[in-house]
């Protein structure tokens, strides 16, 4: 029988308390997390902004943890590598939102980080399915992206099931990451589907818990869900 990979949690800091930024990454490091989301929105793929390279290098010296970028941009081409100079270990961008989808992915890796590509809710599987040998990572979005704090939708369930199943069928070595409305009570459900990357971001920086708490929880519930 196949071996089910293990489990990561990656606290998205879009929820963080951005004041104080190196400090929160350091608390979710600490607190066992295994990457570190950047959540990197243009106000035109998604309807909100947030932080470009510039902030990816500040947060740099904080932790050895990898720091796994999503890029909510139209045309990340044109800034994907200034990402990964700026201390990316991952770099995901949406298929929605690349002409040249494999070009991409290949400036990515050029440039020393390791290509993701990812899928908005209604974006299909079959929108992946030429590129998976060339990432090292698939985002499916639980949640239409630009906010945190959504609720998960429950297809994605299904939809990590076919992707899982297609990285299964060909073999190959890549990560299957969900993010958008993940929780104790839904890493249960998107872990048991095959998902081995859980980002987390409203669930992991609040006031009702400590960061490490909350990861915890997180990875508590995953690790049941994945339980065969
Ligand atoms: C949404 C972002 C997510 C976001 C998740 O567009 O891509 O990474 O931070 O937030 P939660 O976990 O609160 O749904
Ligand atoms: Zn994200």
Redesign the pocket.
Known sequence: MKTSPAIKIAP????ADFSRLGEQVLEAAEGGADYI?V?V?DGRF?P?LTVGPEVVRAIRPWTDVPLDV?M?VIEPERFAARFAEAGADIVTVHAEACTHLHKTVRLIAEAGARPGVAINPATPVSAVEEIIGAVDQVLV??????????S?IEGSVDKIRRVRALIDGRGVDVDLEV?????AETAGRAAGAGANVL??????FNDSAAVADAIARIRAAAAQGSRP
Not at 199 to 204: E, L, P, Y
């Open positions: 998205s800091i879009l929820s989301h959540d929105m998604v909100n999503h909510m979005m639980s949640v239409d992206p630009g906010f945190g704090g959504q998960f993010d958008g409305g993940i929780s980002v987390a971001g409203s669930a992991v």
